[in-house]
């Protein structure tokens, strides 16, 4: 399981220029504080940054779900212009918003998917409460 400093470590490690990619789903929600921990890095990434992978020799196939993706190593996959809404910084790394990360969630619809929908949904309420 990977914590927010473990997340920083991985993606700051990288040397990937900000412009060129952004957290996306489990690993936002970790640096965003509504969760205490994800099962690996999701990273949307720029074509031009997945075509300079994939010349590195970085295999992309599809998976299950029909994603085009490169798994990096044993933490991160990356997915090509898969973008959200909207980026914010969070920790110093480009992060889809949590309203981005809520409509991602909903339209995937899995068991663990809706709880971080409640997760969400909530840390949005307390949000508009303050």
């Known amino acids: 399981m990977l914590r927010k400093e473990d997340i920083l470590r991985v993606v700051n490690g990288y040397g ?26 999701d990273l949307g990434v720029s074509r031009s940054l997945f075509e ?22 044993d933490t991160t996959e990356v997915f090509p212009e898969w973008r959200p809404m909207a980026v914010e910084e969070v920790c110093g790394l480009p992060c889809a918003t949590l309203e981005s990360t809520l409509a991602i969630k909903r339209g995937l619809g899995r068991p663990k998917d809706l709880a971080d929908v409640a997760r969400i949904e909530a840390a949005l309420a307390r949000r508009a409460g303050d």
């Open 16 to 41: 990937f220029a900000k412009e060129d990619f952004w957290l996306m789903t489990g690993a936002s929600l970790v640096l965003q504080g509504i969760r205490e921990e994800t099962h690996d890095i």
């Open 52 to 73: 300079r992978l994939k010349a590195e020799g970085h295999t992309p196939f599809t998976d299950g779900d029909g994603d085009r993706k490169i798994v990096l190593d």
